[in-house]
């Protein structure tokens, strides 16, 4: 038998396979990390020659910080929500672009463009929206709303998950679309000739087959909700007052303008670590949840 | 082949009163979803004096390309967009090229190193690097990568590598063993045998992988402006963030700058649908 | 897929063989610069090509551009780790901050400080030094309808109680006494330091060090609750609703059309009204204080700096020199930025209506310089942050009491 040699020598070929990519994201991810879980231990301004230490005073100081508080509260609620609305809609719209409707290829790509644009070109566009354009429809149609939405920090969080959804559903849409697209026509058929409802064959035939696409769209929409930072930048820049800061945010401004690159890093490693938990207990919950049904 | 039952239940859908309240239903939302785009497009040939004096919903009085012109000079549009194009393939195709080495390597293989490597690379899709910009920085200019080509080339390859090895793993089961066993056998090298035999069966893993972390890095603010802020370097999304803040009285430019900046990843996306969603699906769908 | 791979590898080859500086086109010196611009100076960076192209076409500048109020800070913290450009244009508070990191070339009696107002080379200077040349300077204080004060028989108001009056008659005549944009949280840091200048400094100079040593605090101060408080007469006097939702160039137009009568801002704003109305009649006075005494402020702006190792000093000095010597190349950098000069024997040639109120309290010497605030307690990171507690404060989510306390939690950042 060849087999053993032919082996070894080839496992090694295998390995330099993966070696540069490897490489390259170790320099590029890991070891910045590294360093950030360093400076995370110490009082570091960003820019002197010393960088004192300071043990564990920067996550101490994290438990007890208003504004990290608030940052998290921003994050965390914008993450929820969006998962859950942009979500729903998703599956939705996906339901209804499936079905018995014309055009359904122009309404989806309609839904599905506005994914392309960068969230800094999003955010200032929805800025203008918000500032001029909404305000001018409203007075036009005689509605005494105010829909200066990012004017007030109440309703600031609505404004950015109205423009945040508005970029990202039409992308989940087309998951959900694949998704029901690939469930086997004869399973309906079955069911129907066994007399099902339509109702009933949508819990028990279509979800179930939805349920990878969930767990995909629930991970992607919660960890891209989690790390908000470009939409931000260019629309209320975290304001008014602090109101739309996210968690990103204030890691950037504390470390860069308020010159405490240790305590940035410190919040940064807690994201970082939100980031890992999030997404593990997710992926587990709803695998196990793929294999039941 | 999947026998069509004449009975119009199921397939053959039905057009009913509740499809058109949802045809109407859509058309509005369509149209509601619009409504920025329009607008844009809209602002993008107004004067600037019209941005304030008049009504955001009013037609330009003298449609003009002034603002397309004035952005094409602020955006400095020969030389970002340029630059952007070059980071986008360079690095992409770099990515893909070392994802799909490294992903076919590890379906490949049962040792513990290639186990380790796939979480490896995996967990780094939750790592934002957003949050790491600073370290990011310190290696990049220890390394003397900064306000280069190929430091910036080089971030957005190790920034994509997870999402490469993700999507690439996913693809290997449509690479038949069968093929490469006997090629093996014939005395192939495994390098020989990845480049000749597997790559061309790839090519659609690759096309798809390469149209999602396209627009990614087209779109990419932070790391650019991190790693490449010379006047020279620039990329789009940059010079569109400082026309933004800097030219926050004059965004009649600014939307003309959208507009230029969007419609190359549209006519992209348009051109390469197929790829893009098929990315999308990977995983989506069940076995 | 294998032709595509080329073409990618030529474009990637020509891309790199067209850099500059591949092929030697003679002997190049290349002075790179950072600037951090405010939205009135886009633009000139054009000019000063010119006009050092014309004079040393083999010195070739390569700018960054970058916003001054958000990235500069950031910029010059990258570039301190890696190198810093050769010159760097900032304001003239960042001379205090980053000669004191030790990071400027000491330019001293150079011979192009000769060309500047000796108010420059002093708000250019720290500790004896001079660190920065200063271009151009703005006015600070409550822009006015001139017309519409006229009209009204209203007078320029000289303490809080006439500035009420105003308020209270603008009212009466249906006219928003106070144009405000506070989305732009700058704007509301800016105006509270216009405040703090003639309440605060007027009175205590060193109030800043005597913050940092635990001498004197925010929360303790009733002259910094008073400038806290004008936020809010001015914000109870404005376009409430909308004030967080509006932008500087909608504040700036409703004001030239009438629709308010005041504006507490800078120098900046006229480029809009202009725009908006080349007509449009304003002055300027300083934001009454609590003793009456207001001076106007004026604001050495666009500062240049030179990196102490900087390789090629001598062509850094030879821009300088251009750009304080080229009277034409200032003249069209005022008329630009519609700013006030601080190079000898410049005038603009716009027009400036609030100049009349300007060579008024010049000639009384009530005119006080910014500086005396701002290089007390930092931009970034401090006056900043204050604002946005402010701005927290005035739509109710913190107590003024609390958004005092949060400035003293922070000044250990406050240095400039």
Redesign the interface.
Known sequence: MRKPSFERGSRLQYATLVLPGMLIFTVGIIVPMVLSLRYSFTSWNGFSRDIPWNGLENYKRMLEDPYVRDAWRFTIEFAILNTIIQNLFALVFAVVLDGSIKGKRIYRTILFLPCLISSIVVGFIWLRMYSNVLPAIAESLGLGLSLRLFGSPGTVLSGFLIANNWQWIGYWMLIYVAALQSVPPELYEAARVDGASKVRQFFKITVPMLAPAFTICIVGISVGSLKVYDLLVSSTGGGPGRASTSIIYLIYNTAISGRQYGYGSALSMTLILVLLVVAMIQISALRRREIQL | M?KR?TNA???G????VG?FV??V??TL??TV?????L??LN?SFKS??E???G???ALPQSPSWDNYASAFSRLSMGTTF?NTL?YT??SV?I?AL??G??A???A??K?R??KF?YV??I??I??????????????G?T?HL?NT?YGVI??Y???G??F??FIMTSFMGTVPIELEESA?MDGC???RT?WSIV??LL?PA?ATLVIMQA?QV?????MAS?YV????LKTL?VA???L????????ST?MAA?VI??IP??VL?GALQKYF?KG??V????G | MKSSRLFTAGLALAMALSAPGVFAQGKVTTVKILDGQSTTDAGIEKFIDAAVAAKYPDIKLEWEIVGWGSDFQPKMQQYMQSGLPDIMIGKAQDVATYASQGVLADISGKSYLKNLLDAAVASGSYKGKTYGVVINALYQGVYYNRKFFKDNGISIPKTQAELQKVIDKCKALGVTPFATHFKDGWSIGNVTMQFAINDVFSKTPNWGDQLRAGKVSYAASPEFKACYNYNKLIYDNTWKDETFSLEQTECDARMVKGKAAMKVSGSWSIQNFLDVDPSFDFGIFPFPNQAGNSKLIYEPNITMMKSKESKVSDAVDKVFAVITGDKALAQKIYDQTKTAPMIKSVTPTYPNPSQKDIDQFAAKGQLVDAGTGNNQLVWGGFQDENAKDIASWLQGQISLDQALMAADARKANSKP
């Not at chain 2, 939750?126 to 290696?139: K, N, R, V």
């Open positions: 999947r039952t239940v199921k397939d859908p039905r057009y009913t499809t949802l045809q239903a859509m939302i369509a979803v619009s409504l920025p785009v607008i844009t602002y600037r004096k941005l304030y004096l009504s955001p919903l340029l070059l393939v360079i195709a990515m070392l994802s080495a490294a076919w390597a590890i490949r293989n040792g190193f290639f490597s490896y690379f967990v780094g939750l790592i934002p690097y957003q949050a790491l910009f600073l370290s990011i920085y310190i290696i200019f390394l900064t080509v080089l971030m390859i190790a920034t590598m997870s490469g090895v093996r090298s495994v390098y990845y790559m061309p090519k690759f627009f087209w779109n990419d603010y932070l991190l802020s010379s006047a020279k999304t569109m963030q400082t933004f803040s800097q030219q926050a009285t004059d965004y600014a959208i900046a969007v990843i549209a996306f969603i999308m699906t995983g989506a769908v069940k």
